[in-house]
């Protein structure tokens, strides 16, 4: 991730500040900053979203695919995750600099879905054995300013939200095999059923407190941090600690406990802003990237 | 998709006979019935653990885990001289971890170029190993861990940290304290530890709630935990029980590992003799 650099006045002022639930920009221990959701940014995508937390921006397009099913599951289909860390970001990520945070960020991803709720992957499913639909969902980094997974999750549940998968007819042509036909009308589509999608609680460890949300100056001023993945009904689908120090046992039930906490209280707003600029329809007005 | 060009490969669309195999109706994992291998659910049961340090002659210091059928051997290099100088290096050492598994140790072949989940174990294990080296007294320098996984029967990373450790301490590096790992698989109600490939890998018929596996490194007396990962879904509760379950595993095998260095350093420094 992109590091500042913080002199030692500067991690003490933070540290004590921390220490009596007050941040350096106001914020108690558990707050969010001010966070922006935008969804169906981009036309050539099935779903798309962005979301600006803080200074951290976040663009996330959705492309469904017709593929071939995997072989140990003919019945699902499934989805591919990508992050691309772009140079826009910071010039850290020039080249293939942002490679090993892509890779790490993705591989993330692909844990934090891997149960049978998140995502109903039967109905993605067109014939069994030969044809299934793939999300392919990729995920661009415009800025970067700390808490990138929070970020990209709740972008990742919008972009899924948003996403119009056209239907498809299958019918059997002259000589025995199957053929795919897409519905004429391009309103005629499939929508997911997000509820169960996990958003990700980055906590991260500053002295004997955790702060959720955090900028990049107490990033640096922390050691180790805990990604917490949880959903509405508060299970949690993937834990990760990250970071190069090491933390107590008792400080991980807290952050456990904590992230739960803070993790079930953000699906309600998100699904209702969601629901809430879904039925505006064509009268929201478009904020795009220069809002 | 990188293609590997030393090899003369098989047909790219070759596939796994398992994957044609009738599946005998019952090889479902009852939650409830015993284990394969006859240790017990919902206890801290395991798997007798076979350690040895000192194996490569080259590597400063190397050490060779089996647990049940799971087989991992490590080596460290360093500390040497880093290539690129930049400022950090100034201040401490830096530590690379590399796990990689050979293509003949799970079930399905996998291939040797690094897929994305051996960049994540990787990681993962640089992670728990970071908190317990003493970097700050190995500055300019890099240390280098590699494992190699010959057979993955199951919990693989769990006995890849505790493997490396083991290998780091035989090579001299100095340690706040050894690194052990340990991993639960949750199905239900029930858990096992240390579980198997195919305890691992079993999807319960039962779309059950709380099933997911979850893997512990801890610094046994440091009382520090240095990694944690865990997928599925599991509720909150389980997954600090299964948290408390892993450190009382590491707990078990903490002695073993220990005997295992003593002897070592014996071996390679006999005490004097007494006359």
Redesign the interface.
Known sequence: MAAVQVSEAEKVYILHGIRDDLRVDGRGCEDYRHMEIETDVVSNTDGSAKVTLGHTAVLVGIKAEIGKPRPMVPDEGYLEFFVDCSANATPEFEGRGGEELGTELSNTLYKVFNNKHSVDLKSLCISTGEHCWVLYVDVLLLQCDGNLYDAISVAIKAALFNTKIPRVHISADDEGGKEIELSDDPYDCMRLNVENVPCIVTLCKVGHRHVVDATLQEKACSVASLIISVTHKGMVTCTRKVGGGSLDPESIFEMTEAGKRVGKALHAPLMKLLQQEESLGKKHQKVGFLG | MPTDTKRVRGPELS?NPG?FACKPAGVVHATHGPRADGRQRDQVDVRPVFVRCGLVSQAKGSAYIEAGNTKLMCCVYGPRETERKDETDMKCGRLTTDMRFAPFSCPERGSWIQG??D??FS??LH?SL???LCLHKYPRSQIEVNVMVLENSGSVLAHAVTCASLALADAGIEMYDLVLGCSIRQDGASYVVDPSYVEENSCSSV?G?N??G?TVAF?PS???????????????ET??AG??TC?EGCYKLYPVIQQALAKAVRRAAPPPSES
């Open positions: 596939q994957l994305s989940q960049k994540d990681l993962m992670e970071q908190p317990a779309s709630e099933q997911g979850l610094l440091l009382n520090q935990i240095s990694g944690l990962q865990s997928d599925g879904e599991m509720a909150e997954l600090t948290v408390r450190i």
